[in-house]
């Protein structure tokens, strides 16, 4: 586990060269290191596999592959591993994203796992993150969490030969055993 360093403002995290390798969770400057291997395997391959979602090739909103900043609250300024905002909510998209895109991923590893499963994941339902998907690279999983009542609801959990299909996304299908390749 991650320790957090010490409590600082979103103007201090937020006045940090780009890319140095923190995250700003709970008021908390966290330690983050660089991604892994693995993890970006897994990035890289999700993303050419969402490249061909119906829903990205009719335009319909912006996607993003991270890290990219995403500032929740003065509390909270997370780098996801990918996210998607709808065209309708274009305007939270400045210079970074300033609110709760409509879909996150994050990729586990193991120095980061108890963040992305606890904080954050509280966070993005807190604020309305319409479907929040977990990538496990150790476990070779992928979780699709969707906000039903302003809470999340585990509604699949694809199995390394299974194929996870998005609830918010037509046509964005993540066949789990192509993450990992």
Not at 18 to 34: C, K
Not at 122 to 145: M, T
Not at 165 to 171: D, I, T
């Amino acid at each position: 586990m991650l320790t957090a360093a010490k409590k600082i403002t979103l103007d201090e995290y937020m006045s940090m060269p780009i890319g140095a390798p923190y995250q700003y969770i709970n008021g908390y400057l966290v330690d983050w290191p660089s991604r892994t291997v693995d993890h970006q395997i897994a990035l890289g391959n999700l993303v050419q596999m969402i490249m061909n979602c119906e829903d990205r090739l009719q335009n319909k909103g912006i996607y993003l592959m991270g890290p990219i900043e995403v500032v929740l609250d003065d509390q909270n300024s997370f780098q996801p591993d990918f996210v998607y905002i709808s065209k309708e909510r274009g305007d939270i998209i400045k210079d970074y994203i300033y609110g709760a895109p409509d879909l996150v991923v994050e990729i586990l590893w193991e120095k980061n796992a108890c963040y992305d499963l606890r904080p954050k994941k509280d966070a993005y339902e807190k604020y309305g993150v319409k479907e929040y998907i977990i990538i496990d690279p150790i476990q070779q999983n992928v979780d699709l969490y969707i906000l039903k009542n302003g809470v999340f609801i585990l509604e699949q959990k694809a199995q390394l030969t299974e194929i996870l299909k998005s609830a918010l996304l037509r046509g964005f299908n993540i066949e789990v055993s192509k993450l990992f390749q």
